[in-house]
């Protein structure tokens, strides 16, 4: 059974660099075609992905957060990890880890089919 867990500090502060890391258990990090995001929910607004990384380290974040977002990982843990520097009171969200699945001979992704329960990180200003 394949669980994703997420970890890290419940409260930073303005400036700050956040820092989440995903533990994935029951499957590796490195399993061809599994891509690996971070995905936040922000209080009373929808999903918004924040980036992946791929099964051979490779990363592609979303261009409103790629200033501020290192997606990094730690293969002989099974881990990844969340880094978003300069954060803000709108940074304050609950975030989540999920895994996704591309199909090379269709040439599209599944769909998240796992997700972490989600950790609520809050901004102080």
């Known amino acids: 059974q394949v669980q994703l867990q997420e970890s890290g500090p419940g409260l930073v502060k303005s400036s700050q660099t956040l820092s989440l890391t995903c533990t994935v258990s029951?499957?590796?990090?490195?399993?061809?075609?599994?891509?690996w995001s971070w995905i936040r929910q922000p209080p009373g607004k929808g999903m918004e992905w924040i980036g992946f990384l791929t099964y051979s380290g490779g990363t592609y974040y979303s261009p409103s957060l790629k200033s501020r977002t290192s997606i990094s990982r730690d293969t002989s843990k099974n881990q990844f990890t969340l880094q978003l520097s300069s954060v803000t009171p709108e940074d304050t969200a609950v975030y989540y880890c999920?895994?996704?699945?591309?199909?090379?001979?269709?040439?599209?992704?599944?769909?998240?089919?796992?997700w972490g329960q989600g950790t609520q990180v809050t901004v102080s200003s």
């Open positions: 999920a895994r996704d699945h591309y199909i090379p001979t269709n040439r599209i992704f599944s769909g998240f089919d796992l």
């Open positions: 029951g499957d590796s990090i490195t399993t061809n075609y599994y891509y």
